[in-house]
């Protein structure tokens, strides 16, 4: 039986309800089985084979859905309202069948999404392991190479690991290679930690890439870190790929791969609603793994930051509309 409101005519939208009510879904909207009548899709992606050490992250989507029902529908800093007037629908988990063989894992993401951009939906993702963004990037960039904001403790552009190349520490080499991803127009944002090989993440600069090192960033701030952003994304269409242990460990313990010495939660909101007015296609908030997470603060931010992706991509989705109306 399905309950109505009957004394406060608002409670018939559910994310004006209680927000410990209902079933969770991201941001308590709508689930969606069918792509005919979604502008924006929401979705999970439980899978973390390409992990080389924690595992865990495939419980990531299903903790930010808990978690991102805590958020309410306006952006009190930017004013944005991004449920009005735009359809955004969880469409549920993007599960694996054949999760064993990593592979054939990215094969089936990467089929599961050329549908989604075939649809004319764009997808925003919760992860899952790095790994899930080459599959994500194969669709996305698929009639043209994109460009990309990159925000994490790490690269992401090593190369074979113990017999693959296809981890979570390499998807943005790979997608370089397949030519879905423009190196000159990447920037990657909060590079950190040790390494064994003191050319890590020598592709990065050697493609191309704008590395800008934890380091720069606490020198120069966020302020500075946006305005690069914007200088190497270009008008071009971007992709915007968020890795939560980009944050600093305290305030994001439950990862696979923490670094010491992060970006902090306020430095990256901050971060994000400075790219306001560059043409996002899609994104994707990865490695949260609840089995590290205390108190589920991980992935409270994470939710949070979710927020602020979907925020950029519902006006980026208006530009372009109103763009081809005139």
Not at 197 to 216: A, T
Not at 275 to 287: M, S
Not at 302 to 308: D, H, N, P, V, Y
Request: glycine share 12%; hydrophobic share 40%; with cysteine.
């Amino acid at each position: 039986m399905i309950k109505s409101p009957s004394t406060y005519p608002d409670l018939a939208d559910p994310q004006g309800r209680p927000r410990y009510t209902g079933i969770a879904t991201f941001f308590r909207t709508p689930q969606a089985d069918t792509l005919d009548a979604v502008d924006i899709g929401l979705i999970g992606v439980p899978y973390d084979g390409g992990v080389t050490n924690r595992s865990g992250a495939r419980h990531g989507p299903r903790a930010v859905r808990e978690q991102s029902s805590l958020m309410r529908r306006m952006n009190a800093a930017t004013g944005i309202s991004p449920f009005a007037g735009v359809r955004v629908r969880d469409l549920g988990d993007c599960w694996i069948e054949r999760p064993f063989a990593l592979e054939g894992a990215l094969d089936e993401i990467g089929t599961f999404y050329r549908d989604i951009v075939a649809a004319g939906v764009i997808p925003l993702s919760v992860g899952g392991d790095h790994s899930i963004s080459l599959p994500i990037l194969r669709a996305v960039g698929a009639a043209r190479p994109v460009g990309m904001i990159h925000i994490d403790a790490h690269c992401d552009t090593g190369d074979d690991y113990l017999g693959s190349r296809f981890h979570h520490g390499a998807p943005f080499r790979r997608a370089v290679e397949d030519g879905v991803l423009d190196p000159t127009r990447v920037i990657q944002i909060g590079i950190r930690g040790t390494t064994n090989d003191p050319d890590m993440w020598g592709f990065s600069r050697d493609s191309g890439m704008r590395v800008l090192g934890m380091d720069e960033f606490h020198d120069q701030g966020w302020r500075f870190a946006a305005a690069e952003a914007r200088r190497i994304a270009g008008d071009g269409p971007t992709y915007l790929s968020f890795d939560i242990d980009s944050l600093d460990p305290s305030q994001a313990p439950g990862t696979g791969t923490p670094e010491a010495g992060g970006i902090t939660a306020l430095e990256a909101l901050r971060l994000l609603r400075d790219l306001r007015g560059i043409d996002f296609v899609g994104g994707d908030l990865v490695e949260v793994a609840p089995p590290f997470d205390v108190g589920g603060l991980t992935a409270f931010n994470g939710a949070s930051i979710l927020f602020e992706i979907l925020c950029l991509l519902v006006e980026a989705r208006q530009r372009r509309c109103d763009n081809e109306v005139q």
